[in-house]
Nanobody
Framework: QVQLVESGGGLVHPGGSLRLSCEAS????????MGWYRQAPGKERELVAV???????NYADSVKGRFTISRDNYKNKVSLQMNSLKPEDTAVYYC?????????WGQGTQVTVSS
């Protein structure tokens, strides 16, 4: 059974940094893409950053220049470095992987940006 497990969330002051990590287990294939999504209270889940095989990367406009996604080339593991965090970045962050036509999601990790 494929599982994605996130870590690294928490409470941070505005302007601070956090690093999220996500690693998949139970796979014998490499995900075509891996990325991060987030969902704030009362809002729909939205894309934050995604890395596609071949190195293509997409970021939401709201995080460009502040967040950086990276991936381990040999594992289904992805990280998200978040700098200059703002209160509006507060959300549950979800890791997503896609492989062999299936989407796989992690359970989510809470990120709270507050003074």
């Amino acid at each position: 059974q494929v599982q994605l497990v996130e870590s690294g969330g928490g409470l941070v002051h505005p302007g601070g940094s956090l690093r999220l990590s996500c690693e998949a287990s139970g796979t014998n294939f490499r995900f075509t893409y891996m990325g991060w999504y987030r969902q704030a209270p009362g809002k729909e889940r939205e894309l934050v950053a995604v890395m596609i095989s071949g190195g293509n990367i997409n970021y939401a406009d709201s995080v460009k220049g502040r967040f950086t996604i990276s991936r381990d080339n040999y594992k289904n593991k992805v990280s998200l470095q978040m700098n200059s965090l703002k209160p509006e970045d507060t959300a549950v962050y979800y890791c997503k992987g896609n492989g062999r036509g299936h989407d796989y999601w992690g359970q989510g990790t809470q990120v709270t940006v507050s003074s």
